[in-house]
Every structure is written in C-alpha cells, then in structure tokens.
C-alpha cells in the first residue's frame, strides 16, 4: 500500500556533500513524522534526524550542524542535505514515515573516504 523510494547515496571524500531523497506513494494519512536513521556493519540502527508533522526537527549530536532535514509535502518527500561528511557517516541510511503505522524505505549506501 505504502512504498518509500530512496536515492542520492554514493561515494564522496571526506568535506564533500550529497543529498538523499525519499518519496513516498500510495495511501499515507496523517503525517505525525519522517525521519532518516543510519546502520554501520556491526552497529545498532540509529535515529540521524527527525522532522514532525509540525515542522518541529531534532537531530543526533554526531551530526547537527552539518545535516538538514526538509520535506516537500506536495511531493511527499523528505529530504536529508548532508554537508562536511565524515568516514564515520559511512552507513547504509533508512528513511522512515509514520502516520498510524510506521513505513521504511530499503535503505541506501553512503561511504566516505578520507
């Protein structure tokens, strides 16, 4: 019923930047917050940043003030802009939408170099 589409991850150098997109379709209500988490090989899933259905955002402390969270409504689309990216970035990133239910997407692949 609801599928989240996820693209923009790659391969950067440390300092670089990329933007990773996640669009959502099918039947989706009330809107209470989108999210991206992020999981290292090894490492628990964690919650990188959140915007709820008021416009309010909270972001992990590893990465608030190089990240922004947004979304698009119209496009039913969340955004992550990740600037000055670290090797510890390097996850596989989840985008994540709850209405009464709780959606993923299929994760995609961010890997820093130094």
């Known amino acids: 019923q609801v599928q989240l589409a996820e693209s923009g991850g790659g391969l950067v150098q440390a300092g670089g930047s990329l933007r990773l997109s996640c669009a959502a379709s099918?039947?989706?209500?009330?809107?209470?917050?989108m999210s991206w988490y992020r999981q290292a090989p090894g490492k628990q899933r964690e919650l990188v940043a959140l915007?709820?259905?008021?416009?309010?955002?909270n972001y992990a402390d590893s990465v608030k003030g190089r990240f922004t969270i947004s979304r698009d409504n119209a496009k039913k689309t969340v955004y992550l802009q990740m600037n000055s990216l670290k090797p510890e970035d390097t996850a596989v990133y989840y985008c994540n939408v709850e209405d009464f239910r709780v959606y993923w997407g299929q994760g995609t692949q961010v890997t820093v170099s130094s």
């Open positions: 099918g039947r989706i209500f009330v809107i209470k917050a």
């Open positions: 915007i709820t259905g008021g416009g309010s955002t």
